[in-house]
T-cell receptor, first 113, second 114 residues
Framework: NAGVTQTPKFQVLKTGQSMTLQCAQD?????MSWYRQDPGMGLRLIHY???????DQGEVPNGYNVSRSTTEDFPLRLLSAAPSQTSVYFC????????????FGPGTRLTVL | AQSVTQPDIHITVSEGASLELRCNYS??????LFWYVQSPGQGLQLLLK??????LVQGIKGFEAEFKRSQSSFNLRKPSVHWSDAAEYFC????????????FGRGTQLTVWP
């Protein structure tokens, strides 16, 4: 039981490049989300999904795309990376109720040059 | 508008001293309240959560937090800090309007002196 896994752990991109951050969970949780963490800003919600085929925007969705074709996976796509997207990205999962605990992955540190 | 305020960016305490980390929220109804801890280079781990009932909640690692509706606060406490408690602490709220949509404070960095 790996919980929440994220790949890669580190990534360096050039401005304009695209990439996908991977998030996978083996807990059969319905809810998955992506946050970004910037110094002094806490975590901010980018996108979330309440189940396969359903996604919605969070606080800071611009420049990011998501899809949820399976319960297990929730990839985050950067279509054209910008230096402002340099951040640490966390994926989180939750079983299905607001009272359930959210479990966070170990994070991906992304640098955009 | 900022939903969650952690007034202290950085706190330093001596090992064995007591600790209180402050958290205030701005929301009309009582939200769900959480404290998370993040060790360097790690993800976030839930310390404790409050939904309803007893306003003093116990968490892991000897932490507790008290919900005070009149002050819109949810402060985290520990009676005796250990060096291993050095980390960043985040308060978060779930307004209940959307499943699992957490709003985080900006965090408090805790340094523990030996």
């Amino acid at each position: 039981n790996a919980g929440v896994t994220q790949t890669p752990k580190f990534q360096v991109l050039k401005t304009g490049q695209s990439m996908t951050l991977q998030c996978a969970q083996d807990m059969n949780h319905e809810y998955m989300s992506w946050y970004r963490q910037d110094p002094g800003m806490g975590l901010r919600l980018i996108h979330y999904s309440v189940g396969a085929g359903i996604t919605d925007q969070g606080e800071v969705p611009n420049g990011y795309n998501v899809s949820r074709s399976t319960t297990e996976d929730f990839p985050l796509r950067l279509l054209s990376a910008a230096p402002s997207q340099t951040s640490v990205y966390f994926c989180a999962t939750q079983r299905g109720l607001s009272t359930d605990t959210q479990y966070f992955g170990p994070g991906t540190r992304l640098t955009v040059l | 508008a900022q939903s969650v305020t952690q007034p202290d960016i950085h706190i330093t305490v001596s090992e064995g001293a007591s600790l209180e980390l402050r958290c205030n929220y701005s929301y009309g109804a009582t939200p769900y309240l959480f404290w998370y801890v993040q060790s360097p280079g790690q993800g976030l781990q839930l310390l404790l959560k409050y939904f309803s009932g007893d306003t003093l909640v116990q968490g892991i690692k000897g932490f507790e937090a008290e919900f005070k509706r009149s002050q819109s606060s949810f402060n985290l406490r520990k009676p005796s800090v250990h060096w291993s408690d050095a980390a960043e602490y985040f308060c978060a709220v779930d307004r209940g309007s959307t499943l699992g949509r957490l709003y985080f404070g900006r965090g408090t960095q805790l340094t523990v002196w030996p």
